[in-house]
T-cell receptor
Framework: SQKIEQNSEALNIQEGKTATLTCNYT??????LQWYRQDPGRGPVFLLL?????KEKRKERLKVTFDTTLKQSLFHITASQPADSATYLC???????????FGAGTRLFVKA | DADVTQTPRNRITKTGKRIMLECSQT?????MYWYRQDPGLGLRLIYY???????NKGEISDGYSVSRQAQAKFSLSLESAIPNQTALYFC????????????FGPGTRLTVL
């Protein structure tokens, strides 16, 4: 079955630096991959989607890459701000595209 | 108003009690989902529904049941709650293909004593 791995250790960075989060997956070749943001006690919010034929996607200070050979996606937040502190979830579609499989998420702390 | 609402937001109950969590959406989506979230385990799918007549089990459906009363309403029931069902529960909707972007409710924090 599909498996998604995200770094369970929290990432601590200084304001203004670039945060880079990693998502690895196995046993599957998804047609697309999604990233969500989740604040404590709240529901996840969709941020970005990247398709298998896209290498990179950008949205404002966010950048996502998708390497289907390495089976890995990187999520970058440039010029990070304390307000970017949250948990970031990686998700991919299942074989039939009926369901979305979520990773456990990586907690990001941005210090002022 | 929120697109996806859940009631109650918090609930404390005792072992053996029947509990119903309700979800309503105004996004007009056909697809609705129930997830549970536990620390370190991420979101796990309990049940999903693609329309009123379509109900499917997710990866952890044992001990749970659902009802899709209308396109906009999807309820999750715990027939006899047990302590290991203590978790944060989320309802979500999506328009489906091609990219199945999920829209989540605010969550229900359930504690079973």
């Amino acid at each position: 079955s599909q498996k998604i791995e995200q770094n369970s250790e929290a990432l601590n960075i200084q304001e203004g630096k670039t945060a880079t989060l990693t998502c690895n997956y196995t046993n599957y070749s998804p047609a697309y991959l999604q990233w969500y943001r989740q604040d404590p006690g709240r529901g996840p919010v969709f941020l970005l989607l990247i398709r298998e034929n896209e290498k990179e996607k950008r949205k404002e200070r966010l950048k996502v890459t998708f390497d289907t050979t390495l089976k890995q996606s990187l999520f970058h937040i440039t010029a990070s701000q304390p307000a970017d502190s949250a948990t970031y979830l990686c998700a991919l579609d299942d074989t039939g595209g009926f369901k979305t499989i979520f990773g456990a998420g990586t907690r990001l702390f941005v210090k002022a | 108003d929120a697109d996806v609402t859940q009631t109650p937001r918090n609930r404390i109950t005792k072992t053996g009690k029947r509990i119903m969590l309700e979800c309503s959406q105004t996004k007009g989506h056909d697809r609705m989902y129930w997830y549970r979230q536990d620390p370190g385990l991420g979101l796990r799918l309990i049940y999903y529904s693609f329309d009123v007549k379509d109900i499917n089990k997710g990866e952890i459906s044992d001990g749970y049941s659902v009802s899709r009363q209308a396109q906009a309403k999807f309820s999750l029931s715990l027939e006899s709650a047990i302590p290991n069902q203590t978790a944060l529960y989320f309802c979500a909707t999506s328009a489906g293909q091609p990219y199945n972007e999920q829209f989540f409710g605010p969550g229900t924090r359930l504690t079973v004593l």
